[in-house]
């Protein structure tokens, strides 16, 4: 174990978060708080009470406002980060647009939450679902420890690509869950995020020479030319990832896998594919055993935006059938935003895997027991062209 | 409205939209005014109030005195004619002709 260890240390996934930028000490911190993310923002003021941080805290009256003061501050250079969840990103959605338009590196924890209505306070991803189109990068982590190391990554992915970052954590599982995690020492922290690219930075480059105009209209003519530009650097954000994950464990001394975590594929003959803290669960309950067409490997991506196409590809090579599963829905008819997009990815492959879609978890709802018959038996059936509706009854 | 593209070269625009300041000055807006503001300075009151209702500024003021109407912005909202006094009834509002 790497000496920039510190300590392993019981911490929720909204703990791991605030205790990341305790360490990270950004310029700026504005929010609103929202269930299951309030305790980020609540662990961070207290810090900052405390003095252990030296961040300005803005505490704004909505969700709409703290992103909007996030871009402000970001405009002008300083490092900023904010928390929401749910209704709270759905009312930050307009200004998602205008952080990634202007190539703000704003980082964003997000504890995943379902959607009113009904009212519904508990995880699932129709959330930050909504937001996947808006130009931010979107990671995903699968265990508190990872929320924690997601966070300190993002800092640099999002100052590299110069794209805004979520980093999405499951809502109550991973936000209000204890887990041991291996915390680093503060210095070692400090050493990998440095300091704020600003410099780097051109909307800074004016300073001393007069106002600038930051977001101005773009007619025809030139806006189009801009969100090439965002494109493109969503396209270059895959390899930034890749590096900065290199980079994050060379320094930590870890093994954070890059874009996705396959395991159990050696001779499997299908894989469940899906994001967060269930792909724990559904590993542990397939671990050892084989369905009656085999073995079943799981596919958990920590990349969701951009879409890691190759990687998915790679990983699902070898496999005669693909069970997504979607933690939620995007009422096409055609499935779930993830089950869409992994039938997007491997469309044109010589011999592509069967794809079937899984809607499950809306709203909190517990994977039992027989819902994990269910998908063991759905890598028997015929796929099926729209989502398969698992924990409600007739599917 | 240029019809053409300008074929801004989108590899140059990693650090996105950011101008110096001002631009705004130099982008006309009031060529798709339909009525223009027709002032009578011999019946304006100077009570200033088209200048702080007018969204654009296109008010002219020089020492506390309404002095003209700047329709390189002026997109012929009425407002300055709504809100000028019944009483003076400085500001009307007419035909836009081109």
């Keep these: 174990m790497s000496t920039v260890v510190a300590r392993r240390q019981g911490l929720t996934g909204n703990d791991a978060v605030a205790l990341a930028w305790r360490q990270i000490n950004p310029d700026v911190v504005a929010a609103y708080p929202i269930t299951p993310s309030t305790q980020v923002v609540e662990r961070f003021a207290r810090y900052l009470a405390d003095g252990e941080a030296t961040t300005e805290f803005v505490p704004t009256e909505s969700e709409h406002s703290a992103i909007s003061a996030c871009v402000g501050a970001s405009a002008a250079g300083a490092r900023v980060m904010t928390a929401t969840s749910s209704q709270g990103l759905?009312?930050?959605?307009?200004?998602?647009?205008?952080?990634?338009g202007l190539r703000l590196p704003i980082v964003m924890a997000v504890a995943t939450r379902a959607l009113s209505a009904p009212l519904n306070i508990h995880g699932d991803h129709s959330d930050v679902m909504g937001s996947r189109d808006a130009g931010w990068v979107q990671l995903y982590a699968g265990t508190v420890q990872e929320a924690y190391d997601l966070s300190i990554l993002a800092v640099r992915v999002a100052e590299r690509a110069r794209v805004p970052v979520m980093v999405c954590l499951d809502?109550?599982?991973?936000?209000?869950?204890?887990?041991?995690?291996?915390?680093?020492?503060?210095d070692a922290v400090r050493a990998f995020v440095g300091e704020a690219r600003t410099s780097g930075y051109r909307l800074l480059d004016g300073e001393g020479a007069g106002p600038l105009t930051v977001g101005p209209l773009a007619l025809p003519d030139a806006y189009m030319d801009f969100r090439r530009a965002l494109a493109n650097a969503m396209g270059r954000a895959l390899e930034v990832i890749a590096g900065e994950t290199a980079a994050f464990n060379a320094h930590f001394g870890r093994d954070l896998p890059v874009h996705l975590e396959a395991s159990g594929l050696e001779e499997a003959d299908g894989a469940l594919l899906l994001l967060g803290s269930t792909a724990d669960v559904v590993?542990?309950?397939?671990?050892?055993?084989?369905?009656?067409?085999?073995?079943?490997?799981?596919?958990?991506?920590?990349?969701?935006r951009p879409f890691p196409a190759e990687a998915v590809r790679q990983a699902l090579s070898h496999v005669a059938r693909v069970v997504v599963m979607d933690r939620a829905d995007s009422l096409s008819t055609l499935g779930g935003p993830l089950g869409i997009e992994v039938r997007a990815a491997l469309y044109g492959q010589a011999f592509p895997p069967a794809v079937t879609d899984v809607i499950y978890g809306l709203g909190g709802r517990e994977l039992r027991a027989r819902d994990l018959e269910r998908l063991r038996a759905l890598f028997q059936e015929e796929p099926v062209p729209g989502p398969v509706y698992l924990g409600v009854e007739d599917g | 409205m240029p019809a053409e593209p300008a074929a801004l070269p989108w590899r140059d625009l990693d650090a996105g939209p950011v101008l110096p300041g001002e631009t705004s000055r130099r982008f006309l807006t009031g060529d798709w005014r339909e009525r223009r503001p027709r002032l009578d300075l011999d019946r304006c009151v100077h009570c200033l109030l088209c200048w702080l209702y007018c969204p654009d500024t296109s008010v002219l003021v020089a020492g506390g005195r309404v002095v003209g109407i700047d329709l390189d912005y002026c997109k012929g909202c009425g407002v300055c004619a709504a809100v000028c006094p019944p009483s003076a009834a400085a500001i009307t509002m007419v035909e836009e002709e081109r």
């Design chain 1, 171 to 186: 809502g109550f599982t991973l936000s209000h869950s204890l887990e041991p995690v291996l915390v680093y020492a503060d």
């Design chain 1, 283 to 304: 590993r542990e309950a397939l671990a050892g055993r084989s369905s009656a067409s085999g073995r079943i490997g799981v596919v958990r991506l920590l990349t969701f």
């Design chain 1, 90 to 100: 759905a009312l930050m959605h307009e200004v998602l647009y205008i952080a990634s």
